[in-house]
């Protein structure tokens, strides 16, 4: 069990780490791209969305962490 | 040799020296306090266990699982991980990080085995194995991971793994003529490099995946690539301004100034 704990730990800080929105944001950003890629808005929408979404995770982790 | 196959050998490059630089400070801390033969032999054993590794998953990716599953899927990780390096390579240029400092590192090292048990007079030791093996192969995990990651989202497994090689036989190279932690690589400058780059392509491969066909094709990299250089800038500067106002609040509030 103890080795089972820290496998999963250990995968754990290497994805997620000390700032777990930065690995919640970008699966949620490829969520709402991909709602977007389907209400059949212009191609360009949902990359642009992409983009800003994920700078936007990026900008607000920086900011939490320097508020911290 | 196509651009995106430059790229990334490049980016495989940068990534890969960067973490082969901080496993060499390890083995270097290793070997000269302690005994460089179980040194050795535990950086060889994580190289093996490291390449085993990228044989077996990047190979089992690339064949098996569908390009477009591959981009989902790889290239999330592409980008959940380079945003992670570049928001830290932000904070670090813009001082609310302590920065890397190999040559720090290497002096507490040094401290830490000289605490330990000392080394057998003949046979083995396992503490110079144990610790050289487990930092080259966390280090080299990283480097695994991108390898992996870049190369199948790309398509490039060749290109990314050779891009790692010639970056491990180069730090290695160094380190062996200078005998000393490789303090003089910009290590921070580097991250904030591949902090781009992998954001950059991770947010392609991933659009990819979910449906996304970018405006300009390929371009379209370049375009983002530059767009986070840029905003990566811009959060520099952001930090560095709120660090100063901090400063100038406490210096403020403090009585007899």
Do not use: C
């Amino acid at each position: 069990m103890r080795y089972v704990r820290s496998f999963f730990g250990f995968w754990y800080d290497f994805l997620v780490g000390d700032r777990p929105e930065l690995f919640v944001g970008p699966i949620a950003a490829l969520f709402l791209a991909w709602l977007t890629t389907r209400a059949s808005l212009p191609a360009p929408m949902a990359g642009g969305l992409l983009f800003l979404l994920v700078a936007t995770v990026g900008g607000l982790s920086i900011a939490w962490a320097v508020r911290e | 040799m196509s651009s995106i196959a430059l790229v990334t050998i490049v980016s495989s490059f940068l990534a890969s020296a960067v973490e082969f630089v901080e496993a060499v400070t390890i083995v270097l801390a290793v070997g000269v306090t302690r005994q460089w033969r179980s040194t050795l032999i535990g950086v060889a054993a994580a190289i093996v266990a490291l390449t085993l590794l990228v044989a077996i998953f990047g190979t089992a990716i690339v064949l098996f699982v569908p390009i477009d599953v591959v981009r989902l899927v790889v290239g999330g990780f592409l980008l959940i991980y380079g945003l992670q390096w570049l928001t830290k390579a932000v904070l670090r240029a813009g001082g609310a990080r302590a920065k890397h400092d190999e040559a720090a590192i290497y002096e507490r090292e040094i401290a830490e085995l000289r605490a330990e048990p000392p080394v057998p007079a003949a046979g083995m030791d396992w503490i110079s194995f144990t610790v050289a093996a487990k930092g080259v192969l966390l280090e080299g995990l990283e480097v695994a991971f991108i390898v992996v990651t870049f190369g199948a989202s790309a398509g490039m497994l060749g290109p990314a793994a050779a891009g790692a090689a010639v970056a491990g036989a180069l730090v290695l190279g160094v380190a062996f003529l200078v005998h000393r932690p490789l303090a003089a690589v910009p290590e921070n400058a580097l991250k904030f490099a591949v902090g781009v780059m992998l954001t950059g392509f991770g947010t392609f491969w991933a659009g990819e995946g979910v449906g996304i066909d970018w405006p300009a094709g390929d371009a379209t990299i370049l375009a983002l690539l530059a767009a986070y250089a840029v905003l990566a800038l811009v959060g520099i500067s952001f930090v560095q301004g709120r660090l100063a106002n901090r400063r100038l609040r406490v210096t403020g509030a403090s009585p007899g100034h």
